[in-house]
């Protein structure tokens, strides 16, 4: 089992920078596919970047693509999301998803362990 806390979040003005983190526990994940996604008020639930097992492989969503970036890092059991050049249209609740199992990393379907979200608000 995967325990995933995420932190960082808050309120940012637009343009600003905030700099996510993922904490995981119970097992190793850097043979995982670790992956971002975010939900707004009364929207689904959207992809947002993922990076791959090997972390040499990265893929963002279209509207974030230039603006995030995912990395992670194996020794801490980490893995984080920067973003810069924040919008209002980012504001969101941002989730960390898991899978230690083959798939599309941009497809929810793909993970089978979650956090709770971290709140990102971006307003002036």
């Known amino acids: 089992q995967v325990s995933l806390v995420e932190s960082g979040g808050g309120l940012v003005q637009p343009g600003g920078s905030l700099s996510l983190s993922c904490a995981a526990s119970g097992r190793p994940i850097k043979n995982f596919i670790v992956g971002w996604f975010r939900q707004a008020p009364g929207k689904k639930r959207e992809f947002v970047a993922f990076i791959a097992q090997s972390g040499t492989f990265t893929y963002y969503a279209d509207d974030v693509n230039g603006r995030f970036t995912v990395s992670r890092e194996a020794t801490k059991n980490m893995a984080y999301l920067r973003m810069s050049g924040l919008r209002p249209e980012d504001t969101a609740r941002y989730f960390c998803?898991?899978?230690?199992?083959?798939?599309?990393?941009?497809?929810?379907?793909?993970?089978?362990?979650w956090g709770r979200g971290t709140q990102v608000t971006v307003s002036s």
């Open positions: 998803a898991a899978a230690d199992r083959n798939g599309a990393g941009s497809q929810e379907e793909t993970y089978n362990y």
